[in-house]
């Protein structure tokens, strides 16, 4: 069997992290994205570990992760877009700085990265991309005000379900993990007791359990056009 090649964006910390490692464990090659990513030294390079510095908001970076996959693997089998950022604020105070940042990297980088990564999945005729996505985009927070995120992932949502369809007769599945709030350096401890209550479960997810539910959609092969909720409960209701 050949072996399956796997582009993952955001890997110098958090759930991009935690993916490399699972993927890499499960015999994956694997082309590892952020923009310090070298100098972080969370990941090392390898026969099967590729490691390129850039900023998924560049379009020429998201021709580059593809390249890199096929001119050493051939293959491109999986595309986590996982790179994002949170930047809250009130929507009338939003500066054009803060949207176009968070657009840059949530929005833009979907489109640069998946792109190149679907025109080569064409022609295998088989592929699989998943985006990491909130539940805020589908269960807005009184007082958790944060417009770019609820925007660019309410897009990502949206294009996961319609590019789903769209490929759907090319072999390519698109799916999404709609996360809680999750254990990662995005938040810091002191706010850990406030996010808990966000959770009907009530406690941060972990790293472990968005990695695990990117290999669920892996394998689920009659399933495409899902946005998996790993969130504690939160996108089911009122508690
Ligand atoms: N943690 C949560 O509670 C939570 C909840 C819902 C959804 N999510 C989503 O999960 C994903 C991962 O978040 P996380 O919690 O693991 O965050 P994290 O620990 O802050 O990691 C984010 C990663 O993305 C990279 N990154 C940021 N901007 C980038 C850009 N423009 N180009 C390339 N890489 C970039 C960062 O590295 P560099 O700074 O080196 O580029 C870092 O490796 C994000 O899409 C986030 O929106 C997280």
């Given amino acids: ?119 080569h999945m064409l022609k295998q005729q088989s592929g699989h991309v998943v985006t990491i996505s909130t539940t805020l985009a589908v269960q807005p927070i009184r007082g958790l005000n944060a417009f770019g995120t609820y925007f660019s992932k309410g897009a990502i949502n949206a294009a996961t379900k319609s590019l789903a369809i769209e490929y759907a007769d090319s072999g390519i599945r698109f799916n999404a993990v709609g996360a809680g709030i999750i254990d990662t350096p995005m938040h810091k401890p002191e706010n850990h007791d406030y996010l808990k209550g966000l959770h009907p479960i009530h406690r941060l997810g972990s790293v472990e359990e968005v990695v695990d539910a990117v290999l669920y959609l892996e394998h689920a092969s009659f399933t495409t056009g899902e946005v998996l909720h790993v969130d504690g409960g939160a996108h089911a209701g009122r508690w």
């Fill in 1 to 119: 069997m050949n072996q399956k090649t796997a582009i993952v964006t955001g890997t110098s910390s958090g759930i991009g992290l935690g993916l490399v490692k699972t993927l890499l464990a499960n015999g994956y090659s694997v082309v590892a994205n952020a923009r310090t990513l070298t100098q972080s030294n969370t990941l090392q390079s390898s026969e099967h570990c590729f490691l390129v510095d850039g900023d998924v908001g560049n379009k020429s970076l998201g021709e580059e992760l593809s390249k890199v996959a096929i001119e050493n693997t051939g293959r491109i089998d999986l595309l986590v877009n996982n790179a994002g950022i949170f930047v809250p604020g009130n929507f009338h105070e939003y500066s054009e700085e803060q949207y176009r940042s968070i657009m840059g990297t949530n929005a833009d980088g979907f489109f640069y990265v998946t792109q190149p990564a679907v025109r």
